[in-house]
T-cell receptor, first 111, second 112 residues
């Protein structure tokens, strides 16, 4: 699986949009971008994933650049409950069952 | 669905004792994963099963660790004998085919 690079930590004001970047410059054509988050003392929680088109669900939006070498997770109206470590993971959907978690970005929402 | 269920949620034991962690995956899921999380090493995959069969156990740290899945609704991770360095949070996750993984709440293990 392609490696990912994320900032170690970020702050965001409550009610504002939180934009979390991820670089995956070695991504290959059949690899998806997945985002998970881990709120303190809980198991990782799936947020969203995409291949090349932008995706949106009830939790977040995922913007993938045209060359697919980077992506941004957007939490449109951050709340205090969004404080967590966010992991960007790149993997194929078939033939490789592993999710390899890096160090992620520690997002702190400021009241 | 209740999600992935793990028990116990907390376990404190003494070095040398046997520890058994339990997991009930989401009904209908055909993949089950065991992870370990520590401050030093982050979240690591230990082993995963497909249709109750162990597929990849390359992440299991040593022979003291063993995992079984006797049926589609139950799996165990056993440590015998336990050591202080095994102290960690152990997560179980399940998945249906190539779809997303769903994690349980974890078992926090402390070996004294």
């Amino acid at each position: 699986d392609a490696k990912t690079t994320q900032p170690t930590s970020m702050d965001c004001a409550e009610g504002r949009a939180a934009n979390l970047p991820c670089n995956h410059s070695t991504i290959s054509g059949n690899e998806y971008v997945y985002w998970y988050r881990q709120i303190h003392s809980q198991g990782p929680q799936y947020i969203i994933h995409g291949l090349k088109n932008n995706e949106t669900n009830e939790m977040a939006s995922l913007i993938i650049t045209e060359d697919r070498k980077s992506s941004t997770l957007i939490l449109p109206h951050a709340t205090l409950r969004d404080t967590a470590v966010y992991y960007c993971i790149v993997r194929t959907n078939f033939g490789n069952e592993k999710l390899t978690f890096g160090t992620g970005t520690r997002l702190t929402i400021i009241p | 669905d209740a999600g992935v269920i793990q028990s116990p949620r907390h376990e404190v034991t003494e070095m040398g004792q046997e520890v058994t962690l339990r997991c009930k995956p989401i009904s209908g899921h055909d993949y089950l994963f065991w992870y370990r999380q520590t401050m030093m090493r982050g979240l690591e995959l230990l082993i995963y099963f497909n249709n109750n069969v162990p597929i990849d156990d390359s992440g299991m740290p040593e022979d003291r660790f063993s995992a079984k899945m006797p049926n589609a609704s139950f799996s165990t991770l056993k440590i015998q004998p336990s050591e202080p360095r095994d102290s960690a949070v152990y997560f179980c996750a399940s998945r249906y085919r190539g779809e997303t993984q769903y994690f349980g709440p974890g078992t926090r293990l402390l070996v004294l």
